[in-house]
C-alpha cells in the first residue's frame, strides 16, 4: 500500500541504504559551515531595493509593532519613498563584484574555507543571507547536496541582537521544520569578547596608524538599536561595551583615545545614545581636529559603513570645523580575521572531528 507523507516535509534524495537490514556507518560527510549575514540588494535600484526592504522591514524580529499596523506603514509610507531615495546612495558604493555587503561577505566566507582546508579539516563553508540572496535555504541545500550532515551556523555579528542573531538562528530552525531527515545543528551566539577578534581589530588600527599616524580620538561606531529592546533584555548594548573594553585595553597607552557611538536610527523611537553624527559634530564645534572612525560591529563594509560613515559623517565633521576624518574598514577579507573564525568554528567541533572527544 502506498503510503502518503505530509508534503511540508521537504523530499530527501533517494537513499539506497534506507531499507537495508545491516548498513554500514553512514558518513556524516565533510564538516558544514553556514555563515549568515544580513543581505542587500541585488542591484543598486528602486525596484530591487523595495523587494530587499519589503522583507527586511517585514521581519517581526525588527519591527517589533503589530503587524497589522506595520504593513500599512511600511507599504503606504516607506516602500514608497525610501527605495529611491536608497538607490543613488547605494549606486555610489555597488562594486564590479554587486554590493560590498555581498562582495566583502563571499571573500570571508572564502577565507574561513581556505583556512579550515588548511588546518586539516574537511570542511564545506557556505554563505546565506537573511534577506535575499544567496538565501539561506538553497545555502543549506548547498551543504545538504555536498554531504554534510553536521552543520555549524555562524552568524556574522560578533555582538548578539535579536534582530540580527535570532533572527538568523529563527531562519535555519524554519528551515530545518521543513526537513525530513535534518542535518544536527550548532549555532555560534557570539563573539564579541573573542580574543582573535579583539587582536584584528588592533592590528587593524595599528596597521593603519603606523601609514598615517595616530588621531586625537577613535570612535568605534556600532548599529543602533531601539533602546527599549535593551531594557528589555537584549544584551547588544553590553557586548557592544565589552568589545570597547576589551579594545581599550589591547591597545594600552593608546586605550584612552576609544570613544563609542551608535549609528543608523531607524524610526522615531529613541535608540541607543549617543549616535554617532551628532557626536562628531559635537567633538568638531568642540575643536577636536583629527578622528578615526571605526566600526567594529561590522565585520563586512556596506552601505551603512561606506555610505553613512564613510561619507556623511565625514561631511557632517569637516562641516562643523574638523579637518581630519579617516574611516577604517572594516575586517572585509583580512587572512588574520578569517582564521580567528576557523578557529572560533574548530571550539565547535568537539566530538565531530575523527579522534576528538565530545566535551559536550
Ligand atoms: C551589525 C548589526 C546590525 C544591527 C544590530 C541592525 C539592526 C537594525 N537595522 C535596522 C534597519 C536597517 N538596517 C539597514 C541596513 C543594514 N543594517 C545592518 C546591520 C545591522 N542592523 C547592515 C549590515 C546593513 C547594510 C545592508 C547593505 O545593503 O549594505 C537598513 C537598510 C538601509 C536603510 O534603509 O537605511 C535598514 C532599514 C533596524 C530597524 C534594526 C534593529 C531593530
Ligand atoms: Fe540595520
Ligand atoms: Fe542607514
Same mark, same amino acid.
Given at each position: 500500500?502506498?503510503?502518503?507523507?505530509?508534503?511540508?516535509?521537504?523530499?530527501?534524495?533517494?537513499?539506497?541504504?534506507?531499507?537495508?537490514?545491516?548498513?554500514?556507518?553512514?558518513?556524516?560527510?565533510?564538516?558544514?559551515?553556514?555563515?549568515?549575514?544580513?543581505?542587500?540588494?541585488?542591484?543598486?535600484?528602486?525596484?530591487?531595493?523595495?523587494? !530587499?526592504?519589503?522583507?527586511?522591514?517585514?521581519?517581526?524580529?525588527?519591527? $517589533?509593532?503589530?503587524?497589522?499596523?506595520?504593513?500599512?506603514?511600511?507599504?503606504?509610507?516607506?516602500?514608497?519613498?525610501?527605495?529611491? /531615495?536608497?538607490?543613488?546612495?547605494?549606486?555610489?558604493?555597488?562594486?564590479?563584484?554587486?554590493?560590498?555587503?555581498?562582495?566583502?561577505?563571499?571573500?570571508?566566507?572564502?577565507?574561513?574555507? $581556505?583556512?579550515?582546508?588548511?588546518?586539516?579539516?574537511?570542511?564545506?563553508?557556505?554563505?546565506?543571507?537573511?534577506?535575499?540572496?544567496?538565501?539561506?535555504?538553497?545555502?543549506?541545500?548547498?551543504?545538504?547536496? /555536498?554531504?554534510?550532515?553536521?552543520?555549524?551556523?555562524?552568524?556574522? !555579528?560578533?555582538?548578539?541582537?535579536?534582530?540580527?542573531?535570532?533572527?538568523?538562528?529563527?531562519?535555519?530552525?524554519?528551515?530545518?521544520?521543513?526537513?525530513?531527515?535534518?542535518?544536527?545543528?550548532?549555532?555560534?551566539?557570539? !563573539?564579541?569578547?573573542?580574543?582573535?577578534?579583539?587582536?584584528?581589530?588592533?592590528?587593524?588600527?595599528?596597521?593603519?596608524?603606523?601609514?598615517?599616524?595616530?588621531?586625537?580620538?577613535?570612535?568605534?561606531?556600532?548599529?543602533?538599536?531601539?533602546?527599549?529592546?535593551?531594557?528589555?533584555?537584549?544584551?547588544?548594548?553590553?557586548?557592544?561595551?565589552?568589545?570597547? /573594553?576589551?579594545?581599550?585595553?589591547?591597545?594600552?597607552?593608546?586605550?584612552?583615545?576609544?570613544?563609542?557611538?551608535?549609528?543608523?536610527?531607524?524610526?522615531?523611537?529613541?535608540?541607543? $545614545?549617543?549616535?554617532?553624527?551628532?557626536?562628531?559634530?559635537?567633538?568638531?564645534?568642540?575643536?577636536?581636529?583629527?578622528?578615526?572612525?571605526?566600526?567594529?560591529?561590522?565585520? /563586512?563594509?556596506?552601505?551603512?559603513?561606506?555610505?553613512?560613515?564613510?561619507?556623511?559623517?565625514?561631511?557632517?565633521?569637516?562641516?562643523?570645523?574638523?579637518?581630519?576624518?579617516?574611516?577604517?574598514?572594516?575586517?572585509? =577579507? =583580512?587572512?588574520?580575521?578569517?582564521?580567528?573564525?576557523?578557529?572560533?568554528?574548530?571550539?565547535?567541533?568537539?566530538?565531530?572531528?575523527?579522534?576528538?572527544?565530545?566535551?559536550?
Amino acid at each position: 500500500m502506498a503510503i502518503s507523507l505530509p508534503s511540508r516535509y521537504l523530499p530527501e534524495p533517494a537513499d539506497p541504504q534506507a531499507f537495508s537490514t545491516n548498513p554500514p556507518p553512514r558518513d556524516p560527510g565533510p564538516i558544514g559551515v553556514l555563515m549568515i549575514n544580513l543581505g542587500t540588494p541585488d542591484q543598486p535600484t528602486a525596484p530591487a531595493i523595495r523587494k !530587499y526592504l519589503a522583507e527586511f522591514l517585514s521581519d517581526p524580529r525588527v519591527i $517589533e509593532i503589530p503587524q497589522w499596523i506595520w504593513q500599512v506603514i511600511l507599504h503606504a509610507f516607506i516602500l514608497t519613498r525610501r527605495p529611491r /531615495a536608497l538607490a543613488p546612495r547605494y549606486e555610489e558604493i555597488w562594486l564590479e563584484g554587486g554590493s560590498p555587503l555581498l562582495v566583502w561577505s563571499q571573500a570571508q566566507s572564502q577565507g574561513v574555507q $581556505e583556512a579550515l582546508t588548511s588546518q586539516g579539516i574537511e570542511a564545506r563553508v557556505e554563505l546565506g543571507m537573511r534577506y535575499g540572496n544567496p538565501s539561506i535555504a538553497d545555502a543549506l541545500a548547498r551543504l545538504r547536496a /555536498a554531504g554534510c550532515d553536521r552543520i555549524v551556523v555562524l552568524p556574522m !555579528y560578533p555582538q548578539y541582537a535579536a534582530s540580527t542573531t535570532a533572527t538568523a538562528v529563527d531562519s535555519v530552525t524554519a528551515c530545518a521544520a521543513r526537513m525530513r531527515n535534518q542535518p544536527e545543528l550548532r549555532f555560534i551566539k557570539r !563573539y564579541h569578547d573573542l580574543p582573535g577578534y579583539i587582536d584584528a581589530l588592533a592590528t587593524h588600527l595599528l596597521r593603519h596608524w603606523e601609514d598615517q599616524g595616530k588621531p586625537e580620538r577613535v570612535l568605534l561606531s556600532f548599529h543602533g538599536l531601539p533602546r527599549r529592546t535593551v531594557e528589555q533584555g537584549d544584551p547588544y548594548y553590553r557586548d557592544c561595551m565589552e568589545t570597547a /573594553a576589551l579594545l581599550r585595553t589591547r591597545l594600552g597607552q593608546d586605550g584612552h583615545l576609544i570613544h563609542v557611538s551608535f549609528q543608523s536610527r531607524f524610526g522615531a523611537e529613541k535608540w541607543l $545614545e549617543p549616535y554617532t553624527e551628532p557626536t562628531l559634530r559635537d567633538w568638531a564645534r568642540q575643536g577636536v581636529r583629527a578622528v578615526d572612525v571605526l566600526c567594529p560591529g561590522f565585520v /563586512a563594509d556596506c552601505l551603512e559603513t561606506l555610505e553613512e560613515i564613510q561619507m556623511q559623517c565625514r561631511d557632517a565633521f569637516l562641516e562643523e570645523g574638523g579637518i581630519q576624518f579617516r574611516y577604517v574598514p572594516c575586517l572585509n =577579507d =583580512d587572512p588574520q580575521w578569517a582564521l580567528s573564525l576557523a578557529d572560533l568554528v574548530q571550539t565547535h567541533l568537539a566530538g565531530w572531528l575523527p579522534g576528538s572527544k565530545s566535551k559536550l
